[in-house]
C-alpha cells in the first residue's frame, strides 16, 4: 500500500529564518512521482514541483529547494529566508494518476 | 498548465438536498479527479471521472453518493446526494497534464460546502 508521512503538525518560524519540510512516504512501485503542494489560507492548492521516482537531482527555485533521496524514501522541501507570504499548508503528494497525499504540515512565519 | 474553473465557489445547502459541482478546464484532459477535503484534514480522492464511460470509485465512495458525470474532456460534475453534515467539505477537481517527461496534476480552486 501507498503512503505518504508529513510527522511535521505544525512549524512556527519567525521571518527570514529557514525551515525544512519533512515528507516520507511508502510504495512498492517502481516508477511514480512525488509531489508538493501549498494550501494558502484562501483554500486553493498550489502546484510547487513534481519529481520522477528515477531523478534523484535536487531542485531549487528561487527560495525553495527540495532534496529527494530514494535511499531513505524522503523528498523533503526547504524555504530558505521565509517570509510572511510563505504561511500555508503544504502537502507532499505520491502517486501516478491517483495522487495520495499526506496530511499537511502547517508553516506559520511570523514578522 | 491548465486553468481550472468550478462552480459554485462555495455553497450552504439543508440536509436531505443534493448539489451538482461544475469543473472547467480549459484545455482537453484525459484525466480529471474528484477529491474531498474534510475540514482541518487532507485530500481524499473520491474518483476518477473517466470520458465516455462510468466514473471510477475509490473504496469508501459510491456512485448513488456522489454521481459524477465526464461529457467531454473539459467538463466534469460531480453531485453531492442526500446530504448530511459530513459532507461538509471542500471538493477540488484536479486534472492530469501529460506531456513527454513531463507530468503534472493541477487544482481547481475548490467548492466548499457546508450542510446544515
Known amino acids: 500500500a501507498q503512503k505518504v508521512t508529513q510527522a511535521q503538525t505544525e512549524i512556527s518560524v519567525v521571518e527570514k529564518e529557514d525551515v525544512t519540510l519533512d515528507c516520507v512516504y511508502e510504495?512498492?512501485?517502481?516508477?511514480?512521482?512525488l509531489f508538493w503542494y501549498k494550501q494558502p489560507p484562501s483554500g486553493e492548492l498550489v502546484f510547487l514541483i513534481r519529481r520522477n521516482s528515477f531523478d534523484e537531482q535536487n531542485e531549487i527555485s528561487g527560495r525553495y529547494s527540495w532534496n529527494f533521496q530514494k535511499s531513505t524514501s524522503s523528498f523533503n522541501f526547504t524555504i530558505t529566508a521565509s517570509q510572511v507570504v510563505d504561511s500555508a499548508v503544504y502537502f507532499c503528494?505520491?502517486?501516478?494518476?491517483?495522487?495520495?497525499f499526506g496530511t499537511g504540515t502547517r508553516l506559520q512565519v511570523f514578522p | 498548465s491548465a486553468v481550472i474553473s468550478q462552480k459554485p465557489s462555495r455553497d450552504i445547502c439543508q440536509r436531505g438536498t443534493s448539489l451538482t459541482i461544475q469543473c472547467q478546464v480549459d484545455?482537453?484532459?484525459?484525466?480529471m479527479f474528484w477529491y474531498r477535503q474534510q475540514p482541518g484534514q487532507s485530500l481524499t480522492l473520491i474518483a476518477t471521472a473517466n470520458q465516455g464511460s462510468e466514473a471510477t470509485y475509490e473504496s469508501g465512495f459510491v456512485i448513488d453518493k456522489f454521481p459524477i458525470s465526464r461529457p467531454n474532456l473539459t467538463f466534469s460534475t460531480l453531485t453531492v446526494s442526500n446530504m448530511s453534515p459530513e459532507d461538509s467539505s471542500i471538493y477540488l477537481c484536479?486534472?492530469?497534464?501529460?506531456?513527454?517527461?513531463?507530468?503534472?496534476?493541477?487544482f481547481g480552486p475548490g467548492t466548499r460546502l457546508t450542510v446544515t
Open positions: 510504495t512498492r512501485d517502481t516508477t511514480y512521482y
Open positions: 484536479s486534472v492530469e497534464m501529460v506531456g513527454g517527461y513531463s507530468y503534472e496534476q493541477y
Open positions: 484545455s482537453q484532459v484525459t484525466m
Open positions: 503528494a505520491l502517486g501516478t494518476d491517483k495522487l495520495i
